[in-house]
């Protein structure tokens, strides 16, 4: 399937958006860390936790910086698109900063750019 160009993105890991997937375990439902290139549609998976709580989102986004394919284009900069935790805007800024990171709240942005994967997802 083909999509349009999300947003001016002219390289991989330019536009990031992280997206938090609900699936079923053995334990019950679980949350999956996706997170995806608005360049390539690329998704990286940092794990299944049972909880989505502040110091679980801010592991997650620790354990995207350090995923092989984001180091690969680190040394540009990136933009961390998301759609809610809002309230943990410094603590987030924290981590990403210094990576020249920068953040975004943006939910149709982050829908658009996450939506390709999303789709392929539902089609399993």
């Known amino acids: 399937m083909t999509h349009k160009p999300i947003v001016n993105a002219t390289r991989p890991g330019e536009y990031l958006a992280m997206f ?17 290139d608005a360049f390539s549609e690329y998704a990286i998976y940092t794990g299944v936790e049972k909880d989505q709580d502040t110091a679980t989102v801010l592991r997650h986004i620790h ?19 998301l759609d809610e935790f809002e309230e943990l805007s410094e ?34």
């Open 63 to 81: 354990l995207l910086t350090e995923n092989e394919e984001f180091l690969k284009h680190r040394d540009k900069g990136f933009t961390l698109v």
């Open 20 to 36: 938090i997937l609900r699936i079923p375990t053995m334990e019950g439902i679980g949350n999956a860390f996706v997170t995806c």
């Open 91 to 124: 603590k987030i800024k924290q981590i990403i900063t210094p990576l020249r990171g920068k953040l975004l709240y943006d939910k149709v942005l982050h829908s658009r750019i996450t939506r390709p994967v999303r789709e392929s997802l539902s089609n399993l």
